[in-house]
């Protein structure tokens, strides 16, 4: 089968091109200047040059704080995108693969949130990825939405990798304590995801790790695990301040994937250990 993925260069679309070499696909991974997803037109010529079968959309405009002055930028690429994505493999029947975001949710249910939970953003970034996911479910009903947090893998773009920047550079690190989510590895998203696939899945599912963690402890975690003896202290959000607001408890719920592809996933130590092992072996830390 034909598979388009889009935002070829981000951790996620890396990770899943890697994976995708297991399995007999024509992957056809395209990156912002070969497909704007914004553009319609850009659309619809990607589609008639690969003629996908799936779609699995990974572009995304993740720049939170920049999101509040530049709402615009952030509506067009995960609002207006995804409703281009829609139409298109609708017209094509194609199936949609997209990932969202736990900055749909406020943070204030203090439990871990579930599928059916109402979401209410408290950031400008949080609502375009909203807007995304109703764009979707209006125009679809042949996707699955996948909800993400605290995303991590190969490649440069996550805190885990900032972490190990910063500690370079500081002996001391103040990591802020009360943000809560769940890391997610990018390969237990990309394997779940082709499961998912594969038992004919469709609709809204929260793909985390198990667990949950704050920042801070993730921190604390990762740097013990990658050999770093830096000082790591605990401090509030408002200690960095910053444009826009962060939910402190969006962990979610994986129950619901895991009951429908009967599989325990991967508590978020677990994705740590492997991520620093390969990233060891490696040496692209």
Same mark, same amino acid.
């Given at each position: 089968? +034909? &598979?388009?993925?889009?935002?070829?260069?981000?951790?996620?679309?890396?990770?899943?091109?890697?994976?995708?070499?297991?399995?007999?696909?024509?992957?056809?991974?395209?990156?912002?200047?070969?497909?704007?997803? #914004?553009?319609?037109? *850009? &659309?619809?010529?990607?589609?008639?040059?690969?003629?996908?079968?799936?779609?699995?959309?990974?572009? $995304?405009?993740?720049?939170?704080?920049? *999101?509040?002055?530049?709402?615009?930028?952030?509506?067009?690429?995960?609002?207006?995108?995804?409703?281009?994505? $829609?139409?298109?493999?609708?017209?094509?029947?194609?199936?949609?693969?997209?990932?969202?975001?736990?900055?749909?949710?406020?943070?204030? !249910?203090?439990?871990?949130? %579930?599928?059916?939970? +109402?979401? +209410?953003?408290? *950031?400008?970034? =949080?609502?375009?990825?909203? #807007?995304?996911?109703?764009?979707?479910?209006?125009?679809?009903?042949?996707?699955?939405?996948?909800?993400?947090?605290? /995303?991590? =893998?190969?490649?440069?773009?996550?805190?885990?990798?900032?972490?190990?920047?910063?500690? %370079?550079?500081?002996?001391?690190?103040?990591? /802020?304590?009360?943000?809560? *989510?769940?890391?997610?590895?990018?390969?237990?998203? $990309?394997?779940?995801?082709?499961?998912?696939?594969?038992?004919?899945?469709? =609709?809204?599912?929260?793909l985390t790790n198990s667990g949950y963690a704050s920042k801070y402890e993730v921190a604390r975690y990762f740097m013990e695990r990658f050999g770093l003896d830096n000082l790591i202290l605990p401090v509030r959000s408002d200690y960095f301040p910053s444009p826009a607001r962060r939910p402190?408890?969006? $962990?979610? #719920?994986? +129950? !619901?994937? #895991?009951?429908?592809?009967? &599989?325990?996933?991967?508590?978020?130590?677990?994705?740590?250990? @492997?991520? /620093?092992?390969?990233?060891?072996? @490696?040496?692209?830390?």
């Open positions: 089968m +034909n &598979v388009l993925i889009t935002g070829a260069n981000g951790q996620l679309a890396k990770e899943i091109q890697r994976t995708l070499k297991n399995y007999d696909h024509t992957v056809t991974a395209l990156d912002k200047e070969a497909l704007d997803i #914004s553009d319609i037109n *850009s &659309v619809k010529e990607a589609f008639s040059k690969c003629n996908p079968g799936i779609v699995m959309n990974c572009a $995304a405009y993740n720049l939170v704080d920049k *999101s509040e002055e530049d709402f615009d930028a952030a509506f067009k690429v995960n609002a207006s995108g995804v409703k281009n994505l $829609a139409l298109v493999s609708r017209e094509n029947n194609a199936f949609l693969i997209h990932y969202s975001t736990d900055y749909v949710f406020d943070g204030t !249910k203090e439990d871990y949130y %579930k599928e059916e939970d +109402n979401p +209410n953003p408290i *950031s400008k970034y =949080g609502e375009s990825k909203l #807007s995304g996911e109703r764009f979707l479910a209006e125009e679809s009903d042949n996707f699955l939405l996948f909800r993400l947090s605290w /995303v991590f =893998g190969q490649g440069k773009q996550n805190f885990l990798y900032r972490l190990t920047e910063w500690a %370079k550079k500081n002996r001391v690190l103040r990591i /802020v304590c009360d943000q809560i *989510s769940v890391p997610t590895y990018t390969k237990d998203i $990309a394997s779940l995801t082709m499961f998912a696939i594969s038992k004919g899945l469709r =609709g809204v599912y929260h402190y408890f969006s $962990a979610m #719920s994986n +129950n !619901k994937l #895991s009951k429908d592809l009967n &599989v325990d996933i991967p508590y978020w130590k677990l994705g740590i250990d @492997r991520y /620093v092992e390969i990233m060891l072996e @490696r040496e692209e830390i």
